[in-house]
């Protein structure tokens, strides 16, 4: 999508695609409270390798 918007002469910032995989990581594995723990845990439980390895990234 970004690079479409650039070939048709809008401007995009040049980390706007890192920025956003970044929210989704935010979003995705954000850490809430688990009452069955009684403690704070991954909303999402993190791909083995860690976040960097999320989404094939």
């Not at 970044?22 to 069955?36: E, N, P």
């Not at 991954?42 to 390895?53: A, D, Q």
């Amino acid at each position: 999508v970004c690079k479409s918007l650039r070939f048709g002469g809008t401007a995009v910032p040049r980390d706007y695609e890192e920025r956003f995989q970044l929210a989704l990581w935010v979003f995705r594995h954000q850490r809430v409270f688990c009452k069955d723990l009684q403690g704070c845990t991954h909303l999402r439980p993190l791909p083995p390798g860690g976040i960097g390895m999320a989404d094939g990234t």
